[in-house]
């Protein structure tokens, strides 16, 4: 929890778990009995507000208007290749700005997180969706050691702006291995460190070469690294390949 702390010290808040949310168990009052009702498409969410953290502003950050500039999703996904028949998960889901986006192009799509309140949050924008990709979406609250997937049950992994939060990475990623498909693929996306004007601040950031340095000992083989296509982030591609 060293980074969060970090966070917290510095009293900065932007891109949200700066608070380690409380397990259900501490607090029922996390759990929703039914997602929560939709109003209309546009209209934001009513959230709830349990003082953890401003829960309100950090869906105002992943979902700020600005974000598409900068962040170019249909691109990001486009390094997915083609997801028809594929199963697809998002770690670190947050409010669903991948996942979401995800949804109409793949066969099933699992929105990860730790944090319960993204989770009802998920919930809440699932019911609105047309029926056929209600039934390709499924929210999961994983442990922050172990995303909760079933072996082999990913063809694709996406995890964007959560890997400086994940700890103990190396042990992190060797689990997901296990939860991939053969030959499955995992993106990452994050902030370069290069005093961004957006973004967490440097020391908070993981470099793109340490996140190499991590999926090989993991046992990921690293097929792409880009570091132009987007202004402030990096992507880096990698893969569970088949043993032979
Ligand atoms: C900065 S947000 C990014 C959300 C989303 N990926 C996006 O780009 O908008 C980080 C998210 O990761 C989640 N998170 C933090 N640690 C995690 C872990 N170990 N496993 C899964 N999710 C985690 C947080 O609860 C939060 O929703």
């Not at 409380?22 to 003082?51: C, F, M, W």
């Not at 694709?156 to 042990?171: G, L, P, S």
């Not at 997901?176 to 995992?186: D, F, I, S, V």
Request: overall charge negative; some cysteine; aromatic content about 10%.
């Amino acid at each position: 929890m060293k980074h969060i702390a970090t966070l917290l010290l510095t009293g900065f808040v932007w891109f949200g778990c700066q608070n380690q949310p409380k397990s259900v168990s501490e607090d029922p009052s996390l759990i929703r009995e039914k997602p929560i009702p939709a109003t209309t498409v546009s209209e934001p969410v009513t959230l709830p507000s349990n003082g953890e953290g401003n829960f309100e502003s950090l869906v105002a950050d992943f979902e700020s208007k600005d974000r598409g500039i900068w962040q170019k999703p249909e691109l990001v996904i486009s390094y997915l290749g083609d997801l028809k028949n594929k199963t697809v998960a998002d770690i670190g889901a947050g409010t669903g700005y991948f996942t979401f986006r995800l949804v109409p192009k793949a066969k099933k799509v699992i929105g990860i997180d730790i944090d319960p309140r993204f989770i009802n949050f998920l919930d809440s924008v699932k019911v609105r969706l047309p029926e056929v990709y209600q039934n390709r979406f499924e929210s999961r609250l994983a442990k922050y050691d172990d995303p909760l997937l079933q072996p082999e049950e990913a063809d694709k992994v996406v995890i964007v702006n959560t890997y400086a939060y994940i700890e103990n990475r190396v042990q992190y990623l060797r689990t997901l291995h296990k939860g991939m498909a053969p030959e499955g693929e995992l993106l990452i996306i994050d902030f370069k460190k290069n005093n961004l004007p957006i973004g967490p601040p440097d020391e908070f950031k993981v470099s793109s070469t340490q996140v190499e340095q991590e999926l090989k000992a993991a046992g990921f083989v690293v097929s792409k690294v880009d570091k132009e296509v987007l202004d402030y982030q990096y992507i880096i591609l990698a893969e569970k390949r088949a043993e032979k």
